[in-house]
């Protein structure tokens, strides 16, 4: 093989990564339209288009129309798609950290520790400013102390996902426990654990947005190095990579963005194990193009489930992507044990 | 780099688990550079273990300076840059085609945020074709043999480019020929480059025929060092517990074959 053949090789790479790029993009757009024109009200797309220009006036501006589209349907929209990426980024920065393709934020008990931390924190007020920060705490906890096991269990990949498992059950008998204990702050935790998107607003789209763009940033700095880690072995520590700081700082960052995303819309698993999986069957491992086109087929997985579960009759979102996910993970762990 | 010869100077270094068993025991050595060094000794006599010391990635107690450096006083980026390593085994958890496995070794030289540039594309297939894997770079690396893994991982070395190399039984799934072929390698880069390169190996005629020094490990004890030429049948039977038998090969230099009991 000639440096020809090598720079066709990695053209061809570039087009992949594009191609993909590309149609991802489009079926945005398309999920997009789809989200804002249909609903218990349709609109026409020249309408929408209309209704979202800046220079409205005054009466158009506040018509029925033009309030359902800015308030509901808009805000609902982009935290999907947002909420879609940030899972999916922190799965594939996790899945890089631990060289363990089975992590992500659902199995490793990230979810379900921001959950019941989300949970503590209702008992006290409705707040974000209460839910969020003990999310985020729930997060690391849970986080840690599955750390802490597979760490002492001197086991590799497989503990970590156990433990993930075992940290799982006992979140969710806890938070069982605390709707037992809720009295008349039951209502409030039911209803923010089933999640979803129907509740979204302005504000709630705008910190998933800002806590995607932090991880984004996070990870796409760290990118060749979680390159180098999730070939695991020490493969990183061998390369000049601080393993254990590059390690906590991305663990601290992603737990983060998953509190953000738990706090505002609830548990919604198996989209961080899914996408970037898929993803490097398409285009490969390499973390700088599957972080950017993690977070674009998250937005199109996530956008395209809320539109499905809204037309399912307002199901969760979570379960619909549960009922996805779950045999998608079975396929995942058949798979591993043939290879 | 540092203008004496001394490359790793080792005091009194100890590692262990626990207390109880030692690993490694009161090692003191000098390490010459630019000069390939044998690391012997019999299975889990603690070969592995020094190499990883070496790299900076094991706690240890004593005292390991690289260049005067102490070199767990070094960050893993400054580690990087000066100590180049192939582990024994490689088992990939992700489907990366071999150039960017290779591309990796490129990694301590980066900022966050750097791009590959040509030069580090050349050091790349530089790396490749001393290898002659040309022909595997857009393969994925969990389709690999071992062999061919192994040479991946020796090409990773390359690029990396740093003045020291640390090799743990780099050769042991090549074939004959292609063990000869590193071997070689390792030679060049000593002589024409100037590197530093320890090499874990058990064939004691490969280490006559290729290298400089020997370092001799037995349960964890260094019981012997100094120049290749040095080493004789008292050292080979009390390191290996076995004896041994001279013979000569068809260039009339001594070689030695284990006698098993």
Known sequence: MNDNAISLYRAEQRRKIFLTALSLIIL???ISVWRITKGDWDIEFTRVIKLLSPWLDEAEKFSPEALVIRSVRLPRLFAA????????????VLQGLLSNPLAEPYTLGIA?????GGAIGLLFGTSAFIVTPAA?????????????????????????????????????????????IADDKLGAIVLWLMGGFSGANFNSACAVWGALILVLIFAFAYAPMLDAMSLGQERGAFLGVDETRVRIILLIITSLGVAAAVSSFGIIGFVGLVVPHLLRIFTGPAHRPLLLLSFLAGGVLLAGADGAAQNLGELPVGVLTALIGGPFFCWLLIRRGKN | MSENNICFEINNLEFGYNNRKKILKNINAEINSRALISLIGPNGSGKSTLLRTLSGIQAY?????????????????????????????????????????IAMGRLPHKNLFDRMKSDDENLIINAAKRLEIEHLLTR?????????????????????????LLLDEPTSALDPNQAAKVFKLLRELVKLEHKTVIVVVHDINTSLEFSDYYLAL????????????????????????????????????????????
């Open chain 1, 28 to 30: 945005l757009l398309i």
């Open chain 2, 61 to 101: 107690t004593g005292s390991v300076k690289i260049n005067n450096f102490e070199v767990k006083n070094l960050s893993r980026k400054n580690i990087g840059a000066l100590i180049g390593v192939v582990p024994q085994n490689f088992r990939p958890a992700y489907p990366f085609s071999v150039w960017e496995v």
């Open chain 1, 136 to 180: 985020f705490v729930g997060a690391m906890a849970s986080l840690g102390c599955v750390g802490f096991i597979a760490w002492r269990s001197k086991g590799g990949s497989s503990q970590l996902v156990l433990a993930g498992i075992v940290a799982n059950a006992i979140l969710s008998a806890g938070v069982t426990f605390l709707k037992a």
């Open chain 2, 218 to 261: 037995k349960s964890g004890e260094l019981i012997s060092q100094g120049e290749i030429k040095n080493l004789d049948l008292n050292i080979l039977r009390n390191l290996y517990n076995s004896d041994f038998e001279a013979y000569h090969n068809e260039r009339g230099d001594v070689m030695w074959r284990a006698l098993a009991e």
């Open chain 2, 140 to 164: 994925n690396i969990m389709s690999l043999s071992g062999g061919e893994a192994q040479r991946v991982l020796i090409a990773c070395v390359l690029a990396q480019d740093p003045p020291v």
């Open chain 1, 112 to 116: 379900a520790g921001a959950a019941f």
């Open chain 1, 81 to 92: 798609i947002a909420t879609g990426g940030l899972l999916s980024i922190s799965g594939a």
